[in-house]
């Protein structure tokens, strides 16, 4: 469940963040600024991390903001899925990341794959775009879309990237323990009962 503070505070840099963007007057300008200092008060207030930080992560892009984009590779070795033990938290996801500027949704998923499990795999089926905040995600400072893209593997070797540690297929009933900011085990058993149906429809919220 979003947390209340947190779905405020990016409201309110949102609203100052586009503000910022697109007033003219000085004075409006100046609001919008106070506004988004704000939202960094409140980031500051509910988390103990330092203001500068959050504002580098938190309140440093300009323009309209927009979502962001987690990009997730979903390859499979008969009834087995492909995760990845993450070095950041020692526990296991779908191999996957930030979208980079510039590359389509298929060309970010054969990089982040390849990057962090080794393989080269060929893009196939959408199976789900979600929305982070109606999963059992930790709470994010950040808006994102999860984009779970079916691929195949056509060449490479599993092997630990410099993000991961531990390469590994994982039947249905005994995956590891999850990287619950990147992919929950609800996500991941729809990816299996996806796979076991080719028709059905591409999940989204």
Known sequence: MQVKWLDW?????AISQAGLAY?????DLERFEQLRNLSIEIMHAYTDVEETKIRELFANETGYQTPKVDVRGAVFDGDRI????????????????WADVGLSAKENVVKEVK????LDVRPGKLLAVLDKKFH?????PHHVYKMFILCEAVG????????TSEVGYFAEDALPPLSLERNTEAQIKALFAMKRDPDADVAFD
Do not use: C, F, N, T
């Not at 990057?115 to 080794?118: S, Y």
């Open 9 to 13: 505070a990016k409201q309110i840099q």
């Open 23 to 27: 007033s003219k007057d000085v004075y």
């Open 82 to 97: 492909l995760l990845v033990r993450e070095k950041l938290d020692g526990a296991w996801a779908l191999p996957g990341g």
């Open 115 to 118: 990057e962090e499990a080794g």
């Open 136 to 140: 059992d995600h930790p709470p994010s």
């Open 156 to 163: 490479g070797r599993a092997e630990a990237g410099m993000e």
